[in-house]
């Protein structure tokens, strides 16, 4: 699965910005996906995960009522919606993807099969 990560930016604290993840594969409706980030100096985490149908969704604690993972496998894409942004959000923003028919739990546990390239988002005081 090639996947194509966009829509980062710069926003102020308590704004929003909603990145996007367009995924070059014919099935994109068999594939669990999620999104971490990296923030500089420190490990890839977990932000959030959807199911196939998109019926499903994990959140981080630290993101849990602010971000809204989504998706529109009519057009192979997933969205994470951030809002009420904070400057400890600032991180490189990466999609994954699992394997066909795996469950949403293969993202959960940090082992997706495919990585986008990330998205920068910065956060500002």
């Known amino acids: 699965v090639q996947l194509q990560a966009s829509g980062g930016g710069l926003v102020q604290a308590g704004g929003s910005l909603r990145v996007s993840c367009a995924a070059s594969?014919?099935?994109?409706?068999?594939?669990?996906m999620g999104w971490f980030r990296q923030a500089p100096g420190k490990e890839r985490e977990l932000v959030a995960a959807?199911?196939?149908?998109?019926?499903?969704?994990y959140y981080a604690d630290s993101v849990k009522g602010r971000f809204t993972i989504t998706r529109d496998n009519a057009k192979n894409t997933l969205y994470l919606q951030m809002n009420s942004l904070k400057p400890e959000d600032t991180a490189v923003y990466y999609c994954?993807?699992?394997?066909?028919?795996?469950?949403?739990?293969?993202?959960?546990?940090?082992?997706?099969?495919?990585w986008g390239q990330g998205t920068l988002v910065t956060v500002s005081s």
């Open positions: 994954a993807a699992g394997r066909p028919n795996q469950p949403m739990n293969v993202i959960i546990t940090g082992h997706p099969s495919s």
């Open positions: 594969v014919r099935t994109f409706s068999s594939y669990a």
């Open positions: 959807i199911s196939w149908s998109g019926g499903s969704t």
